[in-house]
């Protein structure tokens, strides 16, 4: 039995999904690309996943990299992630914001609700895209404001009860 | 390096993901568990994935069954979500609800976003859980109000524009 392409694509827009800039580097260059498709794993050691599309331009470059930065995006980084979902000059979509490194070379953004620094442990391909899944080297909650950006049905969302936190530490 | 497993779990209290029940069938029994850890794979053919903990109860389950029907909560079940979370009559958490089945014997509820019914094509352990990818083989739309449940800092949440979508079939 095959299944439509389009009836699943309908219905994964009903899925919920914070937005994430997933960054990598090599050769002096920085790559990223925005993404839905990040899920914790295990938080003991910690160890999360993202599915990437093969067709992009991060893929190879985190397959010979080995690692990956996931930076989880507030509200109003909307244009950013918008400029890091449309083809353009790789490095001109990491300018106008501070980014730096944590233990890998792959690029953190200041700011970001969390960046977590991974390293891959393991890469699945399935059909169109590859599951990499990273043990977390290094965490940065930059401060407690959680206000996310969140995709759903196509568009750039919020929750009604996105607020300040108290630290937990 | 260690990473402290707190760290994690505080930074992946951040990432705002929508809630879904992950059901399963096994010898006239159904079961179930509400999970923030579904990620769309692949459109062609569709495929999606779930982290499930090796110590839930439906993780064995899926394991010897081979199908899950993963099935996305809008934001008036959060009392449905509640009742998956907590330890109970396994039966009992389906009473007060319609449910069906697609095309496996996995419980699709009726009236949820969206209800994807899987095939198991892999299954990957990692740590304490395993990554369950499944081809999906039936999806029902139920309706066109998407308003989702969605979890974000250890409390259900809904988005600020959730509203009825015009079908685009």
Redesign the interface.
Known sequence: ?????D??????R?????V?LITTYEHGERHGMAA??????????????V?VNRTATSHAVIGRAGFFCVN?LAEKDDELARRFSTPADRESRFSGREWTTL?TEAPALVGS??S?DCEV??S?D????T?F?GR????E?WHND?V?L?Y??G?F??????RQ?KD??
Chains 1, 2 share one sequence.
């Open positions: 039995m095959t299944l439509d392409a009836l699943f694509k309908r219905g994964m009903r899925l919920a999904a914070g994430s839905t498709s990040v899920c914790s794993v295990s938080a003991d050691p910690p160890t999360l996943l599915c989880l233990v609700l969390a977590f442990i393991e699945v399935v059909d169109s895209h599951v899944i977390v080297k290094a965490i909650l959680i996310p969140v759903l049905d568009r969302d919020t929750l009604v009860g996105g936190i937990r530490a």
